[in-house]
């Protein structure tokens, strides 16, 4: 069992920073496929992020270059530097883990546990 809890979200201006952390607790979070997902109202659920517990790291195109994921594995935590925020980067931010398969994968379907998510506001 893995349970996760995500952190650092709130209301920030376009051009603005956050920092998002997920703390893990749990004996197998090494074997965790980690990812980080959003989701805005009346929308799907999206996949921002992933990293692996070797460092293999998958970004969504509309978060390149401006989003940073990273994980520390001896604190079981990983993190999102989110930077030069958009408004439409608005949404509930969740972190997940999943044991399926040796890489990683972008669909929710395939995460076996999550976050209660945290909410990042983006103002225009």
């Known amino acids: 069992q893995v349970q996760l809890e995500e952190s650092g979200g709130g209301l920030v201006q376009a051009g603005g920073s956050l920092r998002l952390s997920c703390a893990a607790s749990?004996?197998?979070?090494?074997?965790?496929?980690m990812a980080w997902f959003r989701q805005a109202p009346g929308k799907e659920r999206e996949f921002v992020s992933g990293i692996t517990s070797s460092g293999t790291i998958e970004y969504t195109d509309s978060v390149k270059g401006r989003f940073i994921v990273s994980r520390d594995n001896a604190k079981k935590m990983v993190y999102l530097q989110m930077n030069s925020l958009k408004p439409e980067d608005t949404a509930v931010y969740l972190c997940a883990c999943s044991l399926y398969g040796s890489t990683l994968k972008t669909m929710a379907s395939v995460y076996d546990y999550w976050g209660q998510g945290t909410q990042v506001t983006v103002s225009s």
């Open positions: 749990g004996s197998i979070f090494s074997a965790c496929k």
